[in-house]
């Protein structure tokens, strides 16, 4: 079993930047693939961004890459999601999800944490 829990969601104006962090608890965290997700109000949720156990493979969706970075530190069962360049349409609650590698779904969420940007 895996518990997430996200921090570091809060109001920031666009061009500003968040760090968000997801906490794991668990001994396998370092095993697991991680990824963020978000949801806009009145849109699903969709794909952000992910990592692989050892950090060294990462995937991006289209409209975040070259603003978004997420890395992880295996030794404090931590994944972070840095978000630069902030524009109004990254405005979502942001969660992190966790998947062993070789399943697809992700199996296990956090409870989210708001990130609105304004213009």
């Known amino acids: 079993q895996v518990q997430l829990v996200e921090s570091g969601g809060g109001l920031v104006q666009a061009g500003g930047s968040l760090r968000l962090s997801c906490a794991a608890s668990?001994?396998?965290?370092?095993?697991?693939?991680m990824g963020w997700f978000r949801q806009a109000p009145g849109k699903e949720r969709e794909f952000v961004a992910r990592?692989?156990?050892?950090?060294?493979?990462?995937q991006y969706r289209d409209s975040v890459k070259g603003r978004f970075t997420i890395s992880r530190d295996n030794t404090k069962n931590t994944v972070y999601l840095q978000m630069n360049s902030l524009k109004p349409e990254d405005t979502a609650i942001y969660y992190c999800?966790?998947?062993?590698?070789?399943?697809?779904?992700?199996?296990?969420w956090g409870q989210g944490t708001q990130v609105t940007v304004s213009s």
């Open positions: 999800a966790a998947r062993e590698s070789s399943y697809v779904v992700y199996k296990y």
């Open positions: 668990g001994r396998t965290f370092s095993t697991y693939v």
């Open positions: 990592i692989s156990w050892s950090g060294g493979n990462t």
